[in-house]
Nanobody
């Protein structure tokens, strides 16, 4: 499956932003989807995942209550709605997919990756 992330940009602290991850090539509903991010000088970290069947979700503690992951299988697209953004949220955001039921917070367990979209939050 090919993934294309979009929606990043420059926003101010407290603003909202929605990222999209468009998938193509395979049956989207068969894939667990996730978002990771990588800030300058830091390792890639888990943000959220959404299961393929029942849409079960999980979030990193740092974004819980502020970010919402969702998916539209008819559009083959996953989303990350981000509210109340903070400067610490500044990073390149990557969407990822794996053909395994159930999510994971480990980047190594995802086989497919989008190219990343930059989110910059100014204070």
């Amino acid at each position: 499956v090919q993934l294309q992330a979009s929606g990043g940009g420059l926003v101010q602290a407290g603003d909202s932003l929605r990222l999209s991850c468009a998938a193509s090539g395979r049956t989207f509903s068969n894939y667990t989807m996730a978002w990771f991010r990588q800030a300058p000088g830091k390792e890639r970290e888990f943000v959220a995942f959404i299961g393929r069947s029942f849409g079960a979700t999980s979030y990193a503690d740092s974004v819980k209550g502020r970010f919402t992951i969702s998916r539209d299988n008819a559009k083959s697209t996953a989303y990350l709605q981000m509210y109340n953004l903070k400067p610490d949220d500044t990073a390149v955001y990557y969407c990822a997919a794996r053909y395994i039921m159930g999510g994971s917070s480990y980047a190594s367990s995802y086989s497919y990756w989008g190219q990343g979209t930059l989110v910059t939050v100014s204070s």
